[in-house]
């Protein structure tokens, strides 16, 4: 079910029954991450929707919306510009 994920964690996504909405912090600080894998490899029937929570993502002010199965990325907390970029590409 959608949830708000906390700095410092890694999280394990289950899409089979649905769709999830991954909130980011409301805050965040410089080097702050959060780790998300598509752990039922179902992403790409049922997305994980990264919520930027008014913070961008990789500069832009939009969601971010993961359809790749078994997926896995960190995100990393730059500034209130770039917001939180892909660890890995």
């Known amino acids: ?3 708000t994920a906390v700095a410092g ?6 899409t089979t029954s649905g769709a999830v909405t991954v909130t ?3 805050s965040a ?5 959060i780790s998300i ?4 490899g179902t992403a790409d029937s049922n997305n994980i929707t990264i ?3 008014s913070h961008n993502i990789q500069g832009a ?4 919306t993961i359809a790749t199965e078994r997926a896995a990325f960190t995100l990393v907390y730059f500034n209130a510009t770039q917001g939180w970029l ?3 590409k």
Not at 29 to 33: D, P, V
């Open 37 to 40: 894998i598509d752990a039922s």
């Open 9 to 14: 964690e890694g999280y394990f996504v289950n």
């Open 1 to 3: 079910s959608d949830f």
């Open 86 to 88: 892909l660890k890995d």
């Open 51 to 53: 919520n930027r929570n």
């Open 61 to 64: 002010g939009s969601n971010l």
């Open 29 to 33: 600080t410089i080097g702050n991450e």
């Open 24 to 26: 980011l912090p409301g």
